[in-house]
């Protein structure tokens, strides 16, 4: 076994530890936090199936982002959409037999890892050249597009210009999901692939972009609106005791 | 007339180059001893102050949610930063929504993340240093908490938030703003935040009763602590007597009368107005909330109306049931809380009033949505009818309306430049520079239209407006109370 070999197996084990745990204890604080007011940015879903609604076009469409600015709209919205196109798309290294549908969805796959790149790019230039979003930005804020850039940069190469075993490479995932070590090929692109996605995991709970679970537990998207009909207290101020003793 | 230039009113509104640091100035008064000691804060700055800021926002993570979901999520996509009228009307760097957040973000990932303690530089993370605390002070202090970024941030992330868990945080070692905790300590020892006593209430409003009866010759009453009335209506005490509040107040008791509901104040709760909200601080909002629930117990009424006020609906509306719920005593068939428009609008659905439109007929009047109603808070039964509601009123009351420009408006209306505990003379600056957007939309339908007024429901926004509007070539007067347009129409016949 080379040392490439055990070395990503054991980058892979760990990164896919670190990415549960560590989203999943952040989820848990999220949930564990009571939201102690209903502040719902109004106007609001009256009922939970409109709030499911509301949700659904937040993670869908993005939609008070489109509200915001069509330039950031439409660059994120093409990253993300290329981004979980990719992602299904490699599903295809990860089982056996290919799912029929992760067949068709090969070539969008492919299209899609361009518009990801095209709007990493867009992304990274309103970074650097829009005034106000170069002053609100850290070097963490670079990197990370840099990071997401050279990913889909690395994968791409591999696709058109310098190819790997692929089969080799399927035949080592299945094995490490089996926790058996097949030999991995070592072409330098597809260690560098395989170092930066290992790398996004690992830091994904402790960056920015716990944005993807958070969306789900902002109160303002997430609560409804109706305080008048029902009284919200939270289990934590339920514990303490009720504002106010109903008299008479 | 001041120390600082108007912004000019321009064909469009732009977005201004970045001016860093030019607002850093702008700080309210520290609050004192006095004013800090009725509402449980430490009279000045402790000294162990850095460890004590740390802990509270550890603990405000732990006890909210939003606090702890918004710290985490930003991903500085910029979305917000050309969405606050204090931004617009400053061009200070630090006033684009994520630049305010960041300097609460900062902090938390510096004590409470790990990467902020390992590469502080790397992430934007900074020590909490007595220089980051004077930037708290003045640009905590420079949001109106009118959530319009809100309105577009991807992941709702809410600024107003994190203004009033900084604003808290100060208030804990002892930084905390003299007007709003001032104006606090007055609601709970005298009953309103303009420090109006029982018999000095009672006599302003037997002076309102005095003149309508001169203005129609009617006898309209403005009742104080009258037990087993119908309604107790919780009014923001600028509506005693301040220009062109007491007009709106004169207008719900013309409209009481009218429909036959008999209603009182309270000089127990003669506040509608809420500060406790601004300061980011439960437990004062929670006294203020208590005094309303004590007040309709005791007059044993059976339904609570609120007048026209912007954070005090939002308190009433989104908090109240929480605060001080529940409140099963009151009469099931109405909500509580209410607000005067629905109660006014549902009167004008039902024919109950008699209106004669032409009586408005000097005015061209617009709409401003105050920002607590539009994107806090509800009326009616369908979302949006914050918005329908009160046009609907307008309409029902005047022959000439005009809307502003859509997106200035409904949702996305821009805040006065005087809310959120800004409503005070040392931030005259600052309030004049954020009307800039409001005065652009403003000067649009005076140039279209021919609008002469600017109606609205919150008193912060009118006291704000009387104030700025000379500031931009308007007059003064050109504000008015919804409920005073209600009141110049309303056909005052004796009653059958």
Same mark, same amino acid.
């Given at each position: 076994?080379?040392?490439?070999?055990?070395?990503?197996?054991?980058?892979?084990?760990?990164?896919?530890?670190?990415?549960?745990?560590?989203?999943?204890?952040?989820?848990?604080?999220?949930?564990?936090?009571?939201?102690?007011?209903?502040?719902?940015?109004?106007?609001?879903?009256?009922?939970?199936?409109?709030?499911?609604?509301?949700?659904?076009?937040?993670?869908?469409?993005?939609?008070?982002?489109?509200?915001?600015?069509?330039?950031?709209?439409?660059?994120?919205?093409?990253?993300?959409?290329?981004?979980?196109?990719?992602?299904?798309?490699?599903?295809?290294?990860?089982?056996?037999?290919?799912?029929?549908?992760?067949?068709?969805?090969?070539?969008?796959?492919?299209?899609?890892?361009?518009?990801?790149?095209?709007?990493? %790019?867009?992304?990274?230039?309103?970074?650097?050249?829009?005034?106000?979003?170069?002053?609100?930005?850290?070097?963490?804020?670079?990197?990370?597009?840099?990071?997401?850039?050279?990913?889909?940069?690395?994968?791409?190469?591999?696709?058109?210009?310098?190819?790997?075993?692929?089969?080799?490479?399927?035949?080592?995932?299945?094995?490490?999901?089996?926790?058996?070590?097949?030999?991995?090929?070592?072409?330098?692109?597809?260690?560098?692939?395989?170092?930066?996605?290992?790398?996004?995991?690992?830091?994904?709970?402790?960056?920015? %972009?716990?944005?993807?679970?958070?969306?789900?537990?902002?109160?303002?998207?997430?609560?409804?609106?109706?305080?008048?009909?029902?009284?919200?207290?939270?289990?934590?101020?339920?514990?303490?005791?009720?504002?106010?003793?109903?008299?008479? | 007339?001041? /120390?600082?230039?108007?912004?000019?009113?321009?064909?469009?509104?732009?977005?201004?180059?970045?001016?860093?640091?030019?607002?850093?100035?702008?700080?309210?008064?520290?609050?004192?001893?006095?004013?800090?000691?009725?509402?449980?804060?430490?009279?000045?700055?402790?000294?162990?102050?850095?460890?004590?800021?740390? /802990?509270?926002?550890?603990?405000?993570?732990?006890?909210?949610?939003?606090?702890?979901?918004?710290? /985490?999520?930003?991903?500085?996509?910029?979305?917000?930063?050309?969405?606050?009228?204090?931004?617009?009307?400053?061009?200070?760097?630090?006033?684009?929504?994520?630049?305010?957040?960041?300097?609460?973000?900062?902090?938390?990932? @510096?004590?409470?993340?790990?990467?902020? !303690?390992?590469?502080?530089?790397?992430?934007?993370?900074?020590?909490?240093?007595?220089?980051?605390?004077?930037?708290?002070?003045?640009?905590?202090?420079?949001?109106?908490?009118?959530?319009?970024?809100?309105?577009?941030?991807?992941?709702?992330?809410?600024?107003?938030?994190?203004?009033?868990?900084?604003?808290?945080?100060?208030?804990?070692?002892?930084?905390?703003?003299?007007?709003?905790?001032?104006?606090?300590?007055?609601?709970?020892?005298?009953?309103?935040?303009?420090?109006?006593?029982?018999?000095?209430?009672?006599?302003?409003?037997?002076?309102? +009763?005095?003149?309508?009866?001169?203005?129609?010759?009617?006898?309209?009453?403005?009742?104080?602590?009258?037990?087993?009335? +119908?309604?107790?209506?919780?009014?923001? &005490?600028?509506?005693?007597?301040?220009?062109?509040?007491?007009?709106?107040?004169?207008?719900?008791?013309?409209?009481?009368?009218?429909?036959?509901?008999?209603?009182?104040?309270? &000089?127990?709760?003669?506040?509608?107005?809420?500060?406790?909200?601004?300061?980011?601080?439960?437990?004062?909002?929670?006294?203020?909330?208590?005094?309303?629930?004590?007040?309709?117990?005791?007059?044993?009424?059976?339904?609570?109306?609120?007048?026209?006020?912007?954070?005090?609906? @939002?308190?009433?509306?989104?908090?109240?049931?929480?605060?001080?719920?529940?409140?099963?005593?009151?009469?099931?068939?109405?909500?509580?809380?209410?607000?005067?428009?629905?109660?006014?609008?549902?009167?004008? *659905?039902?024919?109950?009033?008699?209106?004669?439109?032409?009586?408005? /007929?000097?005015?061209?009047?617009?709409?401003?949505?105050?920002?607590?109603?539009?994107?806090?808070? @509800?009326?009616?039964?369908?979302?949006?009818?914050?918005?329908?509601?009160?046009?609907?009123?307008?309409?029902?009351?005047?022959?000439?309306?005009?809307?502003?420009?859509?997106?200035?408006?409904?949702?996305?209306?821009?805040?006065?430049?005087?809310?959120?505990?800004?409503?005070?003379?040392?931030?005259?600056?600052?309030?004049?520079?954020?009307?800039?957007?409001?005065?652009?939309?403003?000067?649009?339908?005076?140039?279209?239209?021919?609008?002469?007024?600017?109606?609205?429901?919150?008193?912060?926004? !009118?006291?704000?407006?009387?104030?700025?509007?000379?500031?931009?070539?308007?007059?003064?007067? *050109?504000?008015?109370?919804?409920?005073?347009?209600?009141?110049?129409?309303?056909?005052?016949?004796?009653?059958?």
């Amino acid at each position: 076994m080379s040392f490439a070999t055990v070395f990503f197996a054991l980058l892979f084990y760990a990164a896919t530890a670190i990415l549960l745990i560590g989203v999943g204890m952040r989820i848990v604080q999220y949930a564990r936090a009571p939201a102690p007011l209903k502040i719902p940015t109004t106007p609001a879903p009256t009922t939970r199936s409109g709030v499911a609604l509301r949700m659904a076009s937040e993670v869908v469409f993005f939609h008070s982002l489109f509200k915001a600015n069509k330039w950031i709209w439409i660059l994120g919205w093409a990253f993300h959409l290329g981004l979980l196109l990719v992602l299904l798309r490699h599903l295809r290294y990860f089982t056996e037999p290919v799912w029929t549908w992760v067949v068709l969805i090969q070539p969008f796959g492919i299209y899609a890892g361009f518009a990801m790149l095209a709007g990493l %790019l867009g992304l990274w230039a309103r970074r650097l050249f829009v005034e106000r979003i170069r002053y609100i930005s850290s070097p963490s804020d670079h990197l990370m597009l840099i990071l997401l850039i050279a990913i889909a940069a690395s994968g791409l190469a591999m696709k058109y210009i310098w190819h790997t075993d692929i089969t080799a490479v399927k035949m080592y995932f299945l094995g490490l999901m089996r926790f058996e070590f097949h030999p991995l090929p070592t072409e330098p692109l597809l260690m560098v692939h395989l170092l930066l996605v290992a790398l996004l995991m690992i830091i994904f709970p402790i960056s920015k %972009l716990l944005h993807a679970p958070g969306l789900f537990f902002s109160p303002t998207r997430n609560q409804a609106d109706d305080s008048r009909e029902r009284r919200h207290v939270t289990w934590v101020s339920a514990a303490e005791k009720p504002a106010a003793q109903t008299e008479r | 007339m001041a /120390d600082f230039e108007t912004p000019e009113v321009k064909e469009y509104l732009e977005i201004p180059a970045l001016k860093q640091g030019v607002m850093s100035h702008s700080k309210p008064f520290v609050s004192k001893e006095q004013f800090q000691e009725p509402l449980g804060f430490p009279g000045e700055l402790v000294e162990n102050w850095q460890q004590v800021a740390v /802990d509270k926002l550890g603990e405000l993570l732990k006890t909210n949610r939003g606090l702890r979901v918004f710290m /985490d999520s930003c991903v500085k996509c910029g979305a917000c930063t050309d969405k606050c009228h204090y931004f617009l009307g400053t061009s200070d760097p630090r006033n684009m929504p994520v630049a305010r957040q960041d300097l609460l973000r900062g902090v938390y990932r @510096r004590y409470h993340t790990l990467p902020g !303690k390992l590469f502080p530089k790397l992430v934007g993370a900074m020590d909490l240093t007595e220089e980051v605390l004077d930037q708290w002070y003045s640009y905590f202090h420079q949001c109106s908490e009118c959530r319009r970024c809100s309105v577009y941030c991807p992941y709702g992330i809410d600024t107003a938030e994190v203004t009033m868990a900084t604003r808290d945080i100060m208030n804990a070692v002892g930084k905390g703003q003299k007007y709003s905790n001032e104006i606090i300590g007055k609601a709970f020892k005298i009953g309103n935040n303009l420090g109006l006593p029982e018999h000095a209430l009672a006599d302003t409003l037997e002076g309102l +009763e005095e003149e309508v009866k001169e203005d129609t010759g009617v006898d309209v009453r403005y009742p104080l602590d009258e037990k087993g009335a +119908e309604v107790l209506l919780v009014t923001p &005490s600028a509506d005693f007597f301040a220009e062109p509040h007491v007009d709106g107040l004169i207008g719900y008791g013309k409209v009481f009368h009218q429909a036959g509901i008999s209603w009182t104040l309270s &000089s127990h709760a003669s506040e509608a107005a809420n500060f406790g909200v601004f300061i980011g601080s439960m437990e004062n909002m929670k006294r203020i909330a208590m005094r309303i629930r004590e007040a309709a117990l005791d007059l044993g009424v059976k339904r609570i109306v609120f007048g026209e006020c912007g954070h005090a609906w @939002r308190v009433a509306y989104s908090f109240l049931n929480t605060l001080a719920g529940p409140f099963d005593f009151l009469d099931p068939r109405y909500p509580v809380p209410q607000h005067i428009c629905e109660v006014t609008y549902d009167l004008i *659905q039902r024919g109950a009033l008699t209106l004669d439109k032409s009586a408005n /007929d000097h005015r061209r009047v617009t709409f401003h949505d105050s920002c607590n109603v539009a994107r806090a808070s @509800r009326m009616g039964d369908i979302p949006g009818g914050q918005f329908v509601i009160p046009r609907e009123i307008i309409k029902a009351v005047c022959n000439h309306y005009y809307d502003m420009a859509p997106d200035t408006i409904g949702e996305a209306t821009y805040c006065c430049g005087g809310g959120g505990g800004l409503l005070t003379d040392d931030l005259m600056e600052l309030r004049v520079k954020g009307a800039l957007p409001r005065m652009q939309a403003l000067r649009e339908v005076t140039e279209e239209n021919g609008v002469t007024h600017l109606a609205a429901i919150c008193a912060i926004c !009118k006291s704000q407006f009387s104030k700025v509007l000379p500031y931009y070539g308007f007059q003064m007067d *050109q504000i008015v109370s919804v409920h005073q347009l209600v009141s110049d129409a309303i056909v005052m016949a004796p009653r059958q």
